[in-house]
């Protein structure tokens, strides 16, 4: 490939080029420094309603795409997809496989849902910076990844749509893939390569962005607020010592511990066992 095809310096694009990025930033070229790109403009983007059930069956319908599909993907490009339909620049800008990495919890390590990570990466575009404090965000994602603990998957949501409707729905436990799949694949008998766990993990990417849509859609027209994360009454009193529950060290305690999982998952309460003596 010569450099003209894909320099923005070439003289079309430079004409093209004008054009496009004369809301956005500097379309300069230099000799030395190959392809010269407009600056992205800064955060938040453009938010337009969006068809949350569209959205959803969009990422139900990419996961198995062996290209632009997985979790990360699935969820990141099919809210995506529709920005660039209907709001076009910036959102015309993100490369379609960023959030390739995060299928199977990044990387295949089942750290978190890469549904969850691709959604949360739209959701930083879309709402960083507003808010009170500008922290919206953050309590968006919190709470998402609250729910989705709490959530028995998958759906029947898109059973209309699957190949194997009425699939038996398993708690995620917490927002890492490892457990969400794990204990899913156990109960369901199913093998981790199997057509079964890709239609459910399918599901699961669906129903996180119908979710996330629906959320974004209610906040922008101003009639939700995620509520502000409060511990569980099995773990209230952990955070009471090993709080805090904030990113900002609000309140005094230990403060050693940073997260909002339930402890329970992974620690036994220590504060029982000395009760026994
Ligand atoms: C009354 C205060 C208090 C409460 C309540 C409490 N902790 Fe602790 N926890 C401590 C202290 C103090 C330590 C020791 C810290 C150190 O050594 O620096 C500790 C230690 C720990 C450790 C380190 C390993 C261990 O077991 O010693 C873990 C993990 C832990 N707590 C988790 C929890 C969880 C989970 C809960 C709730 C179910 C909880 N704690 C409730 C005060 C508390
Ligand atoms: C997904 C599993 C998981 C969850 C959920 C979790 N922890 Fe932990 N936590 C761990 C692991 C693993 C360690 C490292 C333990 C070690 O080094 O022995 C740890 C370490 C800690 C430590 C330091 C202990 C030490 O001995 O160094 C504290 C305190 C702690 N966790 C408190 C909590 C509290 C409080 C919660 C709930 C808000 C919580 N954890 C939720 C897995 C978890």
Known sequence: MKTEDFSFCSRRNML???AMFALGGVAGCSADEGPVMAEAPPLPWKWVPLDPLEA???AFRMYPDPVRGG???GAYLSILSLLKEQVGYPWTTLPDLMMSHAAAGYGGHGTLCGSLG???CIINLVAYGLGENGQIFRQMI???YYWYAKQEFP???FDDISEMPGQIRVQAMSPLCHTSVSKWA???GAEISSKAKKERCAKVCGEVVYIVVHAMNEYFEGRWTPPKWEPSAEIAHCIDC???DDMWHSKPSLNHQQGHMECMLCHTDHTKKGQKG
């Open 242 to 244: 090993h709080g805090p």
């Open 118 to 120: 691709g959604a949360s």
């Open 155 to 157: 759906t029947d949501r």
């Open 142 to 144: 919190d709470r998402l």
């Open 16 to 18: 093209a080029g004008t």
């Open 71 to 73: 979790c990360g993907s």
């Open 56 to 58: 959803g069956r969009r």
């Open 186 to 188: 156990m109960a369901a």
